[in-house]
């Protein structure tokens, strides 16, 4: 038996499949509501239900009923043991099945009047998730045939320039010339592939010193927007003008009502920029894309950067993994004679990661379990140490060196009142976990750094106020910070301030100000998605763990510049490297 809640409520067939924790009790109840809302009692048709709002609580934007025997129990989610479990399940046969979910009074057609749910095929939709994939698609075909004003040849012949002295990249010349000529542009690459030196090429292409463009630089996550700021500027001229550079994460460009379905741009009212870029676009659900096509306008130049390999977003949809897939979604326009520029351009070479990461990288993405394994045998800068567990963590001296050195950076600069410093320090090593309860997750790995180095510096972690050089992420949206910004508690005279890392440079606040944040000693993978480190000790999740898969561990390795520790067992490792993500998703693949 599972230890995980059963609705009282439940049963015959969903009882058993609540038990081996398929469904959750919120998806029992839901489905049993609309069922009974629409008059619908065959339990076959409920189960299918539950299924369907569990897969989109999962990330999935509708169920496939075909594929429905596939699906993993949810046992250890949060901490990595699933244990005790009954999988015979008496699956309906799906003939049957897909008869009784068709007929349902609940249930539309593909080009039926709106019901709860929706039926193409054998993919079963909430139907708003269905009304939004097809406004995304039908958004994405609508701004293929928009054609922009053309690019003059000054400005082409300045974007062509490569910049910071690098050497000629093909692709990224492909991308720039790209998004110079489509009004939808989509770059997607790994880490260190140039992907901001490309959007610092665009940008310069684009400067009009007469009439400066309104750029938006947006993305997911406050830390991943205040990156892709400061990396621009960066990587821009200096002194290059021409440029009305604005940056926000996706919830403030479009004003969404925090908690509610609300939002100040859409239809009614579209975003006034003539550029709109966003960074770490595989974190974008299929609602928050579907809103932002809602409110670019068609005279916007609309360029979508991201790693199509990377964790999709905690929502439902994986968009950029759906356009890489189906690169139709998006095709290029010419605008001058010359010929059409492809709209979906992937950059391959890499400027910034050593050379033993990318090979590893390279590895995951093939799912060549052996390379992988053999690769951190052999390695230097990527290692893996068993851990089961059960071992503390003085018995992993590398890992206490790298806690050591990062937080002696970080509170010393706190102590001289230098929050720049201290939140520059703070990206030297990061420990980065699947779960977030248990012995594999962040809650156990955070408390166990911040005991271990309170025993190494006086007055550090003790007690429940701040101290100096205390490392916090923000996890809501706020008017002071967003979510996914860091900062470091700093002293300033008699004060304890937060200094708050942002693109426009650090934010000092009152600590108390931000009561929605945690300590940072550790952090889950899917929230390091849009952050870099010097080094990064991964933790691995336990084999039976529904997180160990090569998207996570992609995503993990790829946080590292310099250094990538791996802490779990080799067999772990293997159905990592070896086991998909699963995501369902009709985007692009609409049969005709």
């Known amino acids: 038996m599972s230890r995980h809640e059963v609705p009282?409520?439940?049963?015959?067939?969903?009882?058993?499949?609540?038990?081996?924790?398929?469904?959750?009790?919120?998806?029992?109840?839901?489905?049993?509501?609309?069922?009974?809302?629409?008059?619908?009692?065959?339990?076959?048709?409920?189960l299918a239900f539950a299924l369907t709002t569990r897969e989109l609580r999962l990330g999935s934007v509708c169920l496939d009923l075909s594929r429905a025997t596939d699906l993993a129990p949810e046992a250890g989610i949060e901490d990595g043991?699933?244990?005790?479990?009954?999988?015979?399940?008496?699956?309906?046969?799906?003939?049957?099945?897909?008869?009784?979910?068709?007929?349902?009074?609940?249930?539309?057609?593909?080009?039926?009047?709106?019901?709860p749910f929706r039926l193409v095929g054998t993919w079963l939709y909430l139907d708003r998730y269905w009304a939004e994939e097809r406004s995304v698609e039908a958004s994405l075909h609508r701004r293929s045939d928009l054609q922009l004003p053309p690019i003059d040849d000054a400005h082409l012949v300045r974007a062509a320039t490569p910049l910071m002295s690098r050497l000629p990249d093909a692709l990224q010349d492909a991308a720039v010339s790209a998004a110079l000529r489509n009004a939808t542009t989509v770059i997607t690459g790994g880490p260190g592939t140039g992907k901001t030196t490309t959007v610092a090429r665009i940008l310069g292409g684009l400067a009009d010193e007469d009439n400066p463009p309104l750029v938006a630089l947006a993305a997911p996550t406050g830390k991943a927007s205040t990156r892709l700021a400061s990396a621009v500027?960066?990587?821009?001229?200096?002194?290059?003008?021409?440029?009305?550079?604005?940056?926000?994460?996706?919830?403030?460009?479009?004003?969404?009502?925090?908690?509610?379905?609300?939002?100040?741009?859409?239809?009614?009212?579209?975003?006034?920029?003539?550029?709109?870029?966003?960074?770490e676009t595989s974190m974008v659900s299929l609602t928050m894309m579907s809103w932002l096509l809602e409110a670019v306008s068609g005279r916007t130049r609309l360029i979508l950067i991201g790693?199509?390999?990377?964790?999709?977003?905690?929502?439902?949809?994986?968009?950029?993994?759906?356009?890489?897939?189906?690169?139709?979604?998006?095709?290029?326009?010419?605008?001058?004679?010359?010929?059409?520029?492809?709209?979906?351009?992937?950059?391959?070479?890499?400027?910034?990661?050593?050379?033993?990461?990318?090979?590893?990288?390279?590895?995951?993405?093939?799912?060549?379990?052996?390379?992988?394994?053999?690769?951190?045998?052999?390695?230097?800068?990527?290692?893996?140490?068993?851990?089961?567990?059960?071992?503390?963590?003085?018995?992993?001296?590398?890992?206490?060196?790298?806690?050591?050195?990062?937080?002696?950076?970080?509170?010393?600069?706190?102590?001289?009142?230098?929050?720049?410093?201290?939140?520059?320090?703070?990206?030297?090593?990061?420990?980065?976990?699947?779960?977030?309860?248990?012995?594999?997750?962040?809650?156990?790995?955070?408390?166990?750094?911040?005991g271990w180095l309170s025993e190494q510096f006086e007055g550090y972690g003790l007690g429940a106020g701040a101290w100096p050089g205390q490392p916090l992420l923000i996890t809501r949206n706020s008017d002071t910070a967003a979510n996914g910004d860091t900062a470091v508690v700093v002293k300033r005279g008699d004060r304890l301030l937060a200094a708050v890392d942002r693109a426009q440079g650090t934010l000092l606040v009152d600590p108390v100000l931000l009561d929605d944040a945690t300590d940072l000693h550790a952090m889950t993978i899917h929230k390091s998605q849009g952050s870099q480190f010097d080094a990064v000790s991964v933790i691995l999740p336990p084999v039976g763990s529904p997180l160990l898969t090569r998207e996570l561990l992609y995503t993990a390795i790829t946080r590292a510049r310099t250094h990538v520790r791996l802490y779990g067992g080799e067999e772990a490792l293997r159905v990592a490297v070896t086991t998909p993500a699963r995501r369902a998703s009709g985007l692009g693949r609409r049969r005709a």
């Open 81 to 115: 043991v699933a244990e005790g479990l009954d999988l015979d399940l008496p699956w309906p046969e799906l003939e049957g099945w897909l008869g009784a979910v068709a007929s349902s009074p609940a249930v539309a057609d593909e080009d039926g009047e709106s019901r």
């Open 8 to 46: 009282v409520a439940a049963t015959g067939l969903l009882r058993r499949f609540a038990e081996a924790t398929l469904i959750a009790p919120v998806d029992f109840h839901l489905a049993r509501r609309m069922a009974a809302l629409c008059r619908e009692t065959d339990p076959r048709v409920e």
């Open 233 to 279: 500027a960066e990587s821009l001229p200096q002194g290059q003008g021409g440029l009305r550079l604005r940056s926000y994460t996706l919830h403030k460009l479009l004003g969404v009502v925090p908690g509610r379905a609300q939002r100040i741009h859409g239809s009614h009212n579209l975003l006034p920029h003539d550029v709109v870029i966003v960074d």
């Open 307 to 450: 790693d199509p390999q990377q964790l999709a977003s905690v929502e439902a949809g994986a968009v950029l993994a759906d356009i890489a897939a189906s690169p139709g979604l998006i095709t290029s326009h010419p605008v001058d004679g010359s010929g059409a520029a492809d709209a979906v351009v992937e950059l391959r070479s890499n400027f910034r990661s050593n050379e033993e990461i990318t090979r590893l990288a390279t590895a995951i993405q093939r799912g060549d379990a052996n390379a992988v394994v053999g690769l951190l045998t052999a390695g230097e800068s990527c290692t893996l140490q068993d851990y089961t567990g059960r071992e503390p963590i003085t018995d992993y001296d590398v890992l206490l060196t790298d806690l050591h050195a990062t937080a002696a950076a970080v509170r010393a600069a706190a102590l001289e009142g230098d929050g720049g410093a201290a939140n520059a320090a703070l990206g030297r090593h990061r420990i980065l976990c699947a779960h977030r309860e248990g012995p594999f997750g962040v809650g156990h790995w955070a408390r166990t750094a911040r």
